[in-house]
């Protein structure tokens, strides 16, 4: 037998799309509209999978809140940038390296274990406070931040968790919007 369980998770983010092209055929227009700075109200599902209960379970539902505090402390309510977005030299140009502005400035940004990017706010304490609290609000990432770039870069992370106590993920659900999903499995 295999059991699965999942559990869903909201959160707010911003992101923009800077590779996207339309068939204007199928799309029925050729606005590029995910090429704009937006947001969307995302939903995650976390899907586990064990080939064996323990104590009745194939995990218990609370070894999943450690993603819930990842989702609200790194994604929530932040916008996720492609490093290589062509955009990222004007939205972060204190970030970017001052000889050639077009690659991020190693000491100026902290890499963190699951991949993605944040600003030093410390270097950047002489800015306006609007200023500061922009660069609070962006994490960067070496993808571009589609549903389905971020469902498997997720999906890397939680399995990587999961599988300290032995519990296998197997899939992430992605709502980017309440119509629109994705699905990334192993």
Avoid at 152 to 162: E, R, V
Wanted: proline content about 4%; hydrophobic content about 40%; overall charge negative.
């Amino acid at each position: 037998m295999k059991w699965q369980i999942d559990k869903s998770f909201d959160f707010c983010y911003g992101h923009r799309v800077h590779n996207q092209t339309l068939n204007a055929e199928f799309s029925l227009d050729s606005c590029l509209a995910c090429r704009h700075l937006h947001g969307h109200q995302g939903k995650i599902k976390i899907i586990l999978e064990g080939d064996e209960l323990h104590q009745g379970m194939v995990t218990d539902f609370k070894h999943l809140n450690w993603f819930k505090v990842f989702l609200d402390d790194v994604l929530d309510h932040k916008f996720i940038m492609d490093v290589s977005d062509p955009l990222v030299p004007h939205e972060v140009p204190e970030l970017m390296l001052a000889d050639d502005y077009t690659t991020f400035d190693p000491d100026a940004c902290i890499l963190h274990n699951e991949g993605y990017l944040t600003p030093r706010m410390d270097l950047l304490s002489h800015l306006p406070q609007a200023v500061q609290e922009k660069y609070e609000g962006m994490v960067f990432v070496d993808f571009v931040p589609t549903s389905e770039n971020l469902s498997a870069w997720l999906l890397d992370i939680a399995q990587q968790k999961m599988a300290e106590l032995g519990v296998k993920v197997v899939a992430v659900d992605f709502w980017e919007t309440p119509k629109s999903h994705c699905k990334v499995e192993v």
